[in-house]
């Protein structure tokens, strides 16, 4: 890949962590945002200018917030000129099981406005850069089977969110085709926090009996297939929501149980 810019958002931990890694090594820049990890976001930004002799750096803000939004592409104009490739890592998540009724207006906004709004936000600020180039590389975040919207119990305005991005991600493919940029969804399984910054050959020494492939997911197996629909041969690739979850049917033990 010729070196390019890439943005990830909540890219100091987990899944996109490792992505910046994988990024990296291909010779990308690469703009880190966090919204509470700064010291994290840092070691990794400077591993990264270390090991891979690229440009890394950081930045906060809250992608569910329009005005951080906003800062947040002055910024990355200001000392890059845009971005190649946009990852919408982040997306705020509620752990607690709670049926919709449950929700508070502001629980609901936020959560919807993290994993929705914000793709729009930021996509909206930094394609018009993407358009003069001709090329881009944009990657949203789903759930298993997100683009058949299924009722996911006690998960809402999650589920609901994401389902809308699927659309979303699937129009931005046919709208900026015609601008050599390329928009995909990538959806992770069943990866548990002590796996997201994991690689597969560590998984590969472990046994999980509940995933069809037989061993856990891993942050690795989420980062390479980002990796390999941003190259420049992927060019072809686009309106696709990917799967990465071992065969594992990952919500359907939650549709009618509280768990």
């Known amino acids: 890949m010729l070196q390019k810019t890439a943005f990830i958002t909540g890219g100091a931990t987990g899944i996109g962590k490792i992505t910046a890694y994988y990024l990296a090594e291909k010779g990308c820049n690469i703009i880190l945002n966090y919204r509470k990890s700064e010291n994290e976001a840092k070691d990794v930004a400077n591993e990264l200018?270390?090991?891979?002799?690229?440009?890394?750096?950081?930045?906060?803000?809250?992608?569910?917030?329009?005005?951080?939004?906003?800062?947040?592409?002055?910024?990355?104009?200001?000392r890059s000129g845009g971005v190649d490739i946009l990852i919408h890592n982040a997306g705020p998540y509620v752990?607690?099981?709670k049926k919709?009724?449950?929700?508070?207006?502001?629980?609901?906004e936020y959560i919807v406005n993290g994993n929705l709004n914000s793709v729009f936000y930021l996509s909206k600020l930094f394609?018009?850069?993407?358009?003069?180039?001709?090329?881009?590389?944009?990657?949203?975040?789903?759930?298993?089977?997100?683009?058949?919207?299924?009722?996911?119990?006690?998960?809402?305005?999650?589920?609901?969110?994401?389902s809308g991005?699927?659309?979303?991600?699937?129009?931005l493919s046919l709208e900026e085709a015609e601008n050599g940029i390329t928009?995909?969804?990538?959806?992770?399984?069943?990866?548990?926090?002590?796996?997201?910054e994991r690689t597969i050959e560590e998984a590969r020494g472990e046994v999980d009996s509940s995933t069809p492939i037989g061993r856990p997911g891993t942050g690795e197996d989420v980062a390479r297939v980002i990796a390999f629909l941003c190259?420049?041969?992927?060019?072809?690739?686009?309106?696709?929501?990917?799967?990465?979850?071992?065969?594992?049917?990952?919500?359907?033990?939650?549709?009618?149980?509280?768990?």
């Open 183 to 196: 928009v995909n969804m990538v959806c992770p399984g069943d990866i548990t926090d002590e796996w997201k």
């Open 165 to 171: 991005l699927v659309s979303l991600t699937k129009t």
């Open 49 to 78: 200018k270390t090991k891979f002799s690229v440009d890394a750096y950081v930045l906060g803000g809250d992608v569910a917030s329009p005005s951080d939004c906003k800062r947040l592409y002055e910024q990355v104009t200001e």
């Open 100 to 108: 919709m009724v449950d929700y508070q207006f502001e629980e609901w």
């Open 231 to 259: 190259d420049r041969s992927s060019d072809f690739l686009t309106g696709n929501v990917i799967h990465v979850s071992g065969g594992k049917d990952v919500i359907g033990k939650w549709r009618y149980s509280n768990g």
């Open 95 to 97: 752990r607690e099981r």
């Open 127 to 162: 394609l018009p850069y993407m358009q003069k180039q001709k090329w881009g590389r944009i990657i949203t975040l789903g759930f298993d089977r997100a683009e058949s919207a299924p009722g996911w119990a006690f998960r809402s305005a999650f589920a609901s969110a994401k």
